[in-house]
Structures are given as structure tokens and as C-alpha cells.
């Protein structure tokens, strides 16, 4: 890990619309750096894709969050205009948002118990990255 | 406060859908931390719940947010498959987010005029909690 | 710049809806910050506003945006109470967040090739604000 303890993840999407659960990637990150206490700042370099936090237990949590979004915001609107007709995966991407702040407290991240982290694929399959920002506290 | 400059306040909820507003309690943790700049990382560890910033003054606002978010992602929807029958709250938490950052300017929240912080709650009532992490400057 | 990295720019917006690219702005404040490497808090002191990231390239996507958001969230619906009769940039405000952090690397920004930083407005036009914050890596 670099001065900036910055590091950075590749995240291999399969469908249009998936969250993929990258908890696991994000502790490692978290356990190799060797930080007892600070923060975990996560940042998505795509703009038709995002990063959110939700329930890690039942798959049909996430399964319900895509179907949905994808009725409310359609592949297709009479209004867009993009002419690469994803604008559906722009609004989702600033609607859940690119980042997010993780506290990190005796040397894990302080999730709740059914909290997993997630990648926000709207427009795949792609290869995605991730970049994951460990903070330590100043003291 | 530990070294960590961590510290978590209880919320406790009275209906399913309620944004309450704990700008006292954050700002109570601010002034006793007595850091003079820097930020207040709050984190909501909950999957159907969040946290956001909106108008102090008026409380129609934030009833008008929860009933218009409940109309557009109502308790049953046809295509939610999640057993425990709450998708709708997960899907208002990913898009209503988990986690905000505050600056902290000359030892209080640098907040606008009309802006109070609000936990949500999409699936109560409930007991909840919230962390509130105070990160100074590094100088 | 003083001890809290704090600055402010003025944002004058010319619609009722618009996102307003500011990422040249928040750029000439890392610049001038002369930090290496950290990460720069962006914060919105209104109610309705917000900021995100989004495409830089196409303004279709950004008018595509705000287009929708108006169809799917409108200025008028038979249950606001709120009586300044904005309620509509209230929600939008909430759902796109009035913070966001972007990591600061090797004195510049760490935006993917197409991401552009986005002052949303939802109410205007107005004149607004926004803070930066720079915050160095703690070493």
C-alpha cells in the first residue's frame, strides 16, 4: 500500500443491472492496511454505476432494489435524448450515488449485522474498478 | 470519548415511516468532542433506514418526502419476492443513503440556515442507533 | 486558504432545474491547496440542492437527468402540504445528497475519464454556495 494508502479493486459485472457484494474485498483492504481506527472512504470512477450499503442475508433484497429501479427509471423514456441510451443508468448512478464512508473501528469496518457493501452495476456487463481510500485517524 | 472519537446516540422511532431530527444530538457531540475543525461522519448501521439532510424549519417538508416516497415505492409492489415483505424500506435506504459527512467549523456543524439532520426511518417503529464519528484536522 | 482548508464558491444558477459543472472550480481548489494526497469534502448548505458526479462528455445526460427527475418527482402533486409549494426540489435534494467526497490523489482529483462534478439545482435560479473542504492525508 502506497503513502496514500489507496488501492484499487476490479469488480467484473455479468448483467445490466446487478449488485454485487464486495464486503469482503473492502475488509481485506481494511485488515491488510493494519489501521485500528479511522475510516474506509469508497469512490466509483463510472458514471453509470454506484456503491450503496444494504442487507447481506436474503439475495432477493438486492433482486427486489434492480427490479424495481429498473420499472421506475426504464431502459427507454420517450424524454431521453443521450444517444447512448443508458440515461437510465446515469439517473440510477446519481440516485444511489459514487461514494461512500465506511468507519472503521478496532481494526474492521463497523457495519451493521445485516449490512454488506455493494457495487452498483446499471449498465453491464463491464469490468469495473473500485478505489478504496483507507483513513486513518489523526490522532 | 475513546481515541476513536466515536460515539453512538440511540433513536427510537413511533411509526413505519418518520424523519426525525437529530441535529441537537449531533451538534451535543460536536461541542463536547470540543475539536474546533473538521468533520462529523455519521453512519446509519441499519439496512432499512438512512440518514439526510433537509428543511429545519417547516415539518410539512418532511412529511411531504415520506408520503410522496411512499407512494412512489409502496409497501407492496407485485415484483417484490423478499419474504419479509419490507422491500420498499431497503430501496428507500439505498436511496436516501447511510452515511453523510458534516464539516465542523469553528466547533459547530457548518450547516445552512434552514438545514437540520434527519434520521429516517422507512420500516418502524423501532429502536435504532446511529455513530457519529468526530474527525479533526490533521494540522 | 485558512487552517480548516475551508473555501467557498458562488453558484449562480439560471434555471428552475439545472446541474451546473463545477468540477473545474473544486479542481483550482486542490490546486491551490498544494495537497498531495487526501480527499476534498464538497458540502451544499441548502434544502434544494444537491451535488453528484456524473458525465462529463454529453450534456444530453445531464438534461436527461433533470428531465426525468421533474417527470417522475413533479412541482405539483395532490399531497404536498409544504407552503412555499417546493416540496418536489425538497425530495430530490434528499435523494441526491447535499455531500459528496473525492479522493485527492497525486495533487489532483481521482475522477474516472468521464466523471464531472455537478451542482444540482432543483429550485432556482438562485444564487447558492458550497463548501470545500481539503483534507490532507494524516501521514
Avoid at 31 to 55: D, K, M, R, W, Y
Avoid at 104 to 112: N, R, T
Wanted: contains cysteine; negative net charge; hydrophobic residues 30%.
Amino acid at each position: 500500500m502506497n503513502s496514500e494508502r489507496l488501492t484499487r479493486i476490479n469488480v467484473e459485472t455479468s448483467s445490466r443491472s446487478q449488485l454485487i457484494d464486495i464486503t469482503r474485498e473492502v475488509r481485506k483492504a481494511v485488515a491488510s492496511s493494519g489501521v485500528s481506527g479511522g475510516s474506509c472512504l469508497l469512490f466509483v470512477p463510472h458514471t453509470t454505476a454506484g456503491v450503496t450499503i444494504n442487507e447481506n442475508a436474503d439475495p432477493d433484497v438486492t433482486a427486489d432494489i434492480t427490479a424495481f429501479l429498473n420499472k421506475k427509471i426504464p431502459l427507454s423514456d420517450p424524454g431521453f435524448r443521450h444517444s447512448e441510451g443508458n440515461s437510465d443508468a446515469h439517473i440510477k448512478s446519481t440516485l444511489t450515488g459514487t461514494s461512500l464512508d465506511v468507519i472503521i473501528s478496532e481494526g474492521d469496518l463497523l457495519l451493521g449485522t445485516w449490512q454488506g457493501i455493494y457495487f452498483c452495476e446499471y449498465d453491464g456487463p463491464r469490468s469495473r474498478k473500485l478505489y478504496i481510500k483507507i483513513r486513518p485517524d489523526s490522532g
